[in-house]
């Protein structure tokens, strides 16, 4: 979604894409019933409700530790748990980042080892029993975004492209190659491609592609429209509207946005430059140093926005020591 540095003055709802946003409506356990109904649409349409419709969810700290001091330590946007122990991940991810989806496979892996029951007075311990698990991603790009360029301008796909339709909605799961029938149910990775998603609310039917076109839509309307009447948009329009923060949550969300402005403005300078090295250089180590200086590049501007060096670190690719040279 292009966002432009007028819409904090000019739009009257948040930008759900905004970390403040997202969190706002999906990571309050105040407004737990507005995540609890995105969820019901999702695994409705995705055809993985766990069991019977979600009644309530419990909010679990959203800073997972790995097992090791080797470990980097995992931080989901939101992590909570339902009445029957069901797990979900959700990730808003607003640009692509090279490797997502192994990102997103090691981030599932913290919540199953804390699954361990290590306080089983059985004979022989804990049997390994786990609950399901589901990582739930929203992304601000397609997966076609990671399509490459070779030397000569020719186009190569990598293996994830596969996966890549016009459908807008991916669930992934273990399955036998052979059979085709699902293997291993238990842990479950959705991945919403919204950028695909360009229904008029006139022609949303269900509660899946209302919920779709609020994401999409909500920091450019200026009322709520007449085919979003259920309560659960209500409420979602009334926590979303900016003339009712605080002072406190204003600036939390005009910090935020501006994050987001430049992230993406970063990504694009940083891509514009380093595809300009690489086609000058034309050859392997060129593409190479591009790829470094496009990487330096993305880090000068998330310093400068004044993120974490841990997240930088995370969607660069680079070092700590090398982003503190910079």
Request: glycine share 6%; proline share 3%; charged share 30%.
């Amino acid at each position: 979604m292009e966002t432009s540095q007028g819409d904090i003055v000019n739009t009257k709802y948040i930008n759900p894409y905004t970390d403040f946003g997202f969190k706002k409506l999906f990571g309050s356990p105040l407004n737990k019933d507005l995540l609890i109904g995105f969820l019901n649409a999702l695994f409705e349409e995705a055809k993985q409700i766990p069991g019977d419709q979600i009644l309530d969810v419990k909010y679990l700290s959203n800073e997972q530790l790995g097992r090791s001091p080797y470990d980097r330590k995992a931080v989901f946007d939101v992590l909570c748990e339902t009445e029957k122990g069901v797990k979900f991940h959700l990730e808003m991810q607003n640009v692509f980042q090279e490797f997502f989806i192994d990102r997103t496979i090691y981030y599932s892996t913290f919540s199953i080892q804390n699954m361990a029951r290590r306080d089983s007075k059985e004979e022989g311990g804990w049997d390994y029993q786990l609950q399901k698990l589901y990582s739930v991603n929203i992304l601000n790009f397609t997966f076609k975004d990671r399509e490459k360029k070779d030397k000569d301008g020719k186009t190569t796909k990598e293996i994830v492209n596969e996966i890549s339709d016009d459908d807008l909605l991916h669930c992934v799961m273990l399955k036998n190659v052979k059979t085709n029938k699902i293997f291993y149910d238990k842990l479950v990775f959705i991945y919403l491609e919204m950028p695909k998603f360009q229904k008029p609310i006139e022609e949303c039917k269900t509660f899946y592609e209302k919920w779709l076109f609020v994401l999409q839509n909500l920091t450019r309307l200026m009322e709520r429209p007449k085919e979003l009447q259920e309560r659960v948009f209500q409420k979602l329009f009334e926590q979303a509207e900016i003339a009712k923060y605080t002072p406190e949550e204003f600036y939390a969300y005009e910090q935020s946005l501006t994050s987001l402005w430049d992230i993406a403005n970063g990504y694009k300078a940083a891509e514009k430059k380093g595809l300009e090295k690489g086609r000058k250089e034309g050859i392997a180590e060129g593409r190479i140093e591009g790829e470094k200086n496009k990487a330096k590049e993305i880090a000068r501007n998330f310093k400068a926005a004044g993120l974490a060096p841990d997240f930088i670190a995370q969607n660069t690719g680079l070092t700590i020591e090398e982003i503190k040279s910079l």
